[in-house]
């Protein structure tokens, strides 16, 4: 009979921590800890669990498939744990405002809008979850999240608008693609995802092939392909590294849509008028009020 391995919570709370910061230096500063002993928690978790969970490398942190399909499980008895050491001790019981944000929406800006969130609202406390704006959209539909915050084409027409954008081809500085019939070598996001059918939309209709050579799990990881040189991605102008530059007509390339990013708010949310107005205002301010 197998045994049930005993997971300790501490390397529970290292795990989701790495996973929401995409940093072992954040997580550290977060828990209090160095990032030597979160490195130390999350490998004896990964031991005790028999899977790797994290891909490290010197750019990035990334999930793996087993670390994607754990998170949720994790984050789950990380709550009732609280939950019950809080009942415990007698301390009042504080419901967590849910939000689920599109890795898309949020990317590279998602520190300066946490940090406007609690620098707004200290007394609140947040339960962030960031992933694809389907799955998001889907479970809001299905009761879980307060509010969702991802792009218009998945969240709908009757969220509020936080923010417009355009999306935009990008490269490395110093990539070159000189578009005489070659295929585009294309940096995306893992399907389905909406970002990358719209490119694939955009370079069926003109007539332009095309091939994955880099796919990733975030737009960090799209982040990184590019600023390596590996192809082109298409992004938001917001999401757009530095050191890399916009292209376009010039290079033959079609032009791209303009997007917004939405808001969907659950009916009757205990202080959603307050949050509403605060998470508004922290993506406007992290994205700089040429978006807005």
Do not use: Y
């Not at 399909?69 to 007698?90: N, Q, S, Y």
């Not at 406007?116 to 879980?144: H, I, K, N, W």
């Not at 389905?192 to 719209?198: A, G, K």
């Not at 600023?227 to 007509?249: E, F, H, K």
């Amino acid at each position: 009979m197998t045994r049930i391995p005993t997971l300790d919570v501490d390397w529970l709370r290292a795990f989701v921590s790495v996973s929401d910061t995409r940093s072992f230096t954040a997580a550290g500063e977060g828990l209090a800890a160095t990032q030597s002993t979160i490195s130390v928690r999350i490998r004896k978790l990964e031991e005790r669990l028999g899977q790797r969970l994290l891909e490290r490398n010197p750019r990035l942190v990334e999930l793996t498939a087993q670390g994607e399909r754990f998170l949720d499980d994790a984050r789950r008895v990380l709550r009732m744990h609280d939950e019950a050491a809080a009942r415990a001790i007698g301390l009042p019981q504080r419901r967590a405002f849910e939000i689920g944000v599109s890795d898309h929406a949020a990317g590279s800006l998602l520190p300066g809008v946490l940090a406007s969130l609690r620098d707004e609202l200290p007394g609140t406390q947040f339960l962030v979850t960031v992933g694809f704006s389907r799955q998001l959209l889907a479970a809001f539909e299905a009761g879980r999240f307060d509010a969702v915050i991802g792009s218009h084409q998945e969240a709908g027409a009757d969220g509020e608008v936080l923010l417009h954008d355009q999306l935009v081809w990008t490269c490395a500085g110093d990539f070159e693609w000189r578009g005489d019939g070659a295929a585009l070598p294309l940096v995306s996001l893992a399907p389905p995802c909406t970002i990358r059918d719209v490119a694939a939309s955009a370079l069926g209709a003109a007539g332009i092939g095309w091939h994955s050579v880099f796919i990733g799990t975030g737009v960090a990881a799209v982040q990184a392909g590019i600023s390596a040189g590996l192809g082109v991605a298409c992004l938001d102008t917001r999401n757009v590294p530095a050191g890399c530059r916009v292209i376009g007509g010039e290079a033959g390339l079609p032009e791209l849509p303009k997007t917004q990013v939405v808001m969907r708010m659950r009916d009757g949310t205990a202080g959603g008028a307050r949050v509403r107005g605060a998470v508004a205002a922290a993506f406007r301010q992290a994205c700089g009020a040429g978006l807005a």
